[in-house]
T-cell receptor
Framework: NAGVMQNPRHLVRRRGQEARLRCSPM?????VYWYRQLPEEGLKFMVYLQKENIIDESGMPKERFSAEFPKEGPSILRIQQVVRGDSAAYFCASSPPGGSASYNEQFFGPGTRLTVL | DAKTTQPNSMESNEEEPVHLPCNHS???????IHWYRQLPSQGPEYVIH???SNVNNRMASLAIAEDRKSSTLILHRATLRDAAVYYCILRDKSRAGGFKTIFGAGTRLFVKA
């Protein structure tokens, strides 16, 4: 059973370009979370999605950032018109459906390291 | 959101036990206490979680205070591979009905050979 997969692992963009980060959750998982980690800092929650629905985007910047989790295919975190401050590691996590989700373990991917030149 | 407080860093000798403390004085009755760790250049990995009772698994033990306002992650025999940032987390149900994880700064554990 493959773990959470993210690609690309490293992404370099120039200021003003778009960045697309992909996350394939573990098999059978229908909950996806995105987190951002700035250098030497802890992880910050960005958005929580279920299939075709955004459940909580309270940590997502209001402009330039968007996320989706379509019925088919991976979850996508999209950053438009990137700026240097967007340089960070972006981690995706997934968790299984159902049950009492308060204690559900989240499985994290290896992250995508975005560098904006 | 209930928050946690952890020491910035701790140091341990290899093969010795390590006790990583966490304070969560504003924990609510339905918050579960989770511990994750992040090895260098990797994503976080789950270590253990609990609600009220102490918990053991193959990686570690979790001791939870009777009033639940603090907890301690116990690594019984630290190895060099245990050098990581350890996060104590309260799993919180967001206002929108989902479940997000609020990470603090964590404790950076150094293990000396």
């Amino acid at each position: 059973n493959a773990g959470v997969m993210q690609n690309p692992r490293h992404l370099v963009r120039r200021r003003g370009q778009e960045a697309r980060l992909r996350c394939s959750p573990m098999k059978g998982h229908s909950h996806v979370y995105w987190y951002r980690q700035l250098p030497e800092e802890g992880l910050k929650f960005m958005v929580y999605l279920q299939k075709e629905n955004i459940i909580d985007e309270s940590g997502m910047p209001k402009e330039r950032f968007s996320a989706e989790f379509p019925k088919e295919g991976p979850s996508i975190l999209r950053i438009q018109q990137v700026v240097r401050g967007d340089s960070a590691a972006y981690f995706c996590a997934s968790s299984p459906p159902g049950g009492s989700a308060s204690y559900n373990e989240q499985f994290f991917g290896p992250g995508t390291r975005l560098t904006v030149l | 959101d209930a928050k946690t407080t952890q020491p910035n860093s701790m140091e341990s000798n290899e093969e010795e036990p390590v006790h990583l403390p966490c304070n969560h004085s504003t924990i609510s009755g339905t918050d579960y206490i989770h511990w994750y760790r992040q090895l260098p250049s990797q994503g976080p990995e789950y270590v253990i979680h609990g609600l009220t009772s102490n918990v053991n698994n193959r990686m570690a033990s979790l001791a939870i205070a009777e009033d639940r306002k603090s907890s301690t992650l116990i690594l019984h025999r630290a190895t060099l591979r245990d050098a990581a940032v350890y996060y104590c987390i309260l799993r919180d149900k967001s206002r929108a009905g989902g479940f997000k994880t609020i990470f603090g700064a964590g404790t950076r554990l150094f293990v000396k050979a």
